[in-house]
């Protein structure tokens, strides 16, 4: 059973390991709110996850410690599993989704763990770490759905606390449950006005689901950037903590998580990974009543991969219209190309790729097809480029 006791006693326990992180003030993300950002991607490992995982291996006993443990993760837990083992010279292995970035895989070896990696999505890694246990006697460190875990994670809402003790709304990004259950019952139990929000994918929206329906529930498939919160299945005790302290869980897209993670990073000069995005997500595009409010959003995490990182930019420039790509039909005459980029210099964008080509079926015989990949400054100005554009006779398809 979570108390609060336990949450503290966590809190105590974590300070020979975790860093406490920066709440900072956010005035360039978005002017509805008071918005702050709990940096949880500068943590030790680079996600909050450390917190739960040491917590719940310091509090084995010499027969467990001597067995070993044994996790499952998308990568995030992993890494803190790994590090709190190694640092309590304990063996650990960890079952981690073939399709994790790589980066989250090397820098659990890195602390030490050996990995195994499993065909799947995490539900698929969870079955084979439930296997290994039942092989070896190792005690399984589970990701969300232990007592001493959600003690750990809750150590982020009495930092809050101290933090901004006025805050109003907190919201945190929802997998399996375990850290929002945490947050959400510290928060609550010392302050029971504060409002709690919770935010998932909408390609793994396993906890809103089970919760609306009141009843836990399994997804078919998720499918989201934000592999860290790719949970089919909540956890049994996490359900029952977000249906009691959990005010509402709602969902973004992957093109808004995307933008999300680009505003971070233009906007706050921080790097937060899809997962840790989702709560900056949900404020931006407006689906929480926390307008003229004091909001905390929970980035979870860092750990994103580079190769990743840089199709999510896209993405994002895409999504707010600073990157765009215009298929125009043209006359196959002289001086066609050149008037579309007058047009297009004289508004100030940037064209990045061009490809002319007369081999379209679906033109006339004397007609061409221009491929633009163009740069502007958003969808204003790539709106008033389309209408000049049209407006001097040209068709874009």
């Given at each position: 059973m979570v108390t609060l006791d336990k949450i503290y006693h966590a809190s105590h326990i974590l300070k020979e390991v975790i860093r406490p992180t920066e709440l900072i003030r956010s005035t360039r993300i978005t002017d509805s709110c008071n918005l702050y950002l709990k940096t949880e991607n500068l943590q030790v490992t680079g996600s909050f996850k450390v917190r739960?995982?040491?917590?719940?291996?310091?509090?084995?006993?010499?027969?467990?410690?001597?067995?070993?443990?044994?996790?499952?993760?998308?990568?995030?837990?992993?890494?803190?599993?790994?590090?709190?083992?190694?640092?309590?010279?304990?063996?650990?292995?960890?079952?981690?989704?073939d399709g994790a970035p790589i980066s989250k895989v090397e820098a659990t070896k890195s602390y030490g763990a050996e990995v195994c990696l499993v065909k799947g999505v995490y539900d698929d890694a969870y079955e084979k770490a439930v296997s290994l246990v039942k092989e070896t006697g190792a005690t399984f460190i589970h990701p969300f759905d232990d007592d001493m875990v959600i003690a750990g994670q809750g150590s982020i809402g009495l930092e809050i606390i101290d933090q901004l003790p006025k805050a109003d709304a907190v919201v945190v990004p929802v997998g399996g449950g375990g850290l929002i259950s945490g947050v959400a019952f510290a928060m609550k139990s010392l302050d029971p006005t504060i409002k709690i929000y919770g935010v998932q994918a909408e390609g793994a929206a396993s906890m809103k689901n089970s919760v609306n329906d009141d009843k836990i529930e399994t997804l078919g498939r998720v499918h989201t950037i934000a592999d860290g919160i790719a949970v089919k299945t909540p956890g049994d005790t996490t359900f029952e903590m977000c249906k009691q302290y959990v005010d509402d869980i709602v969902t973004v897209s992957d093109d808004e998580i995307s933008t999300a993670i680009l505003e971070l990073i233009e906007r706050e000069k921080i790097i937060a990974e899809g997962a840790g995005a989702t709560s900056v997500a949900a404020v931006m595009f407006d689906k929480l009543p926390v307008k003229g409010k004091n909001v905390?959003?929970?980035?979870?995490?860092?750990?994103?991969?580079?190769?990743?990182?840089?199709?999510?930019?896209?993405?994002?420039?895409?999504?707010?219209?600073?990157?765009?790509?215009?298929?125009?039909?043209?006359?196959?005459?002289?001086?066609?190309?050149?008037?579309?980029?007058?047009?297009i210099s004289s508004y100030g964008a940037n064209v990045v790729a061009i490809e002319h080509n007369r081999a379209d079926e679906k033109l006339d015989i004397n007609d061409c097809v221009l491929r633009l990949s163009i740069e502007t400054r958003n969808q204003e100005h790539l709106d008033e480029i389309k209408n000049a554009i049209t407006g001097s006779g040209f068709k874009i398809r």
């Open positions: 739960g995982a040491y917590y719940k291996i310091s509090q084995l006993s010499p027969e467990e410690r001597e067995k070993g443990v044994i996790a499952c993760s998308a990568g995030n837990h992993a890494q803190g599993v790994a590090l709190a083992a190694t640092k309590h010279g304990i063996k650990a292995k960890i079952c981690i989704p905390v959003c929970l980035v979870s995490g860092g750990n994103i991969d580079v190769t990743i990182l840089s199709r999510v930019i896209n993405r994002g420039l895409q999504k707010t219209g600073r990157l765009a790509e215009l298929v125009i039909e043209l006359t196959d005459k002289p001086g066609q190309l050149l008037a579309v980029s007058e047009i």
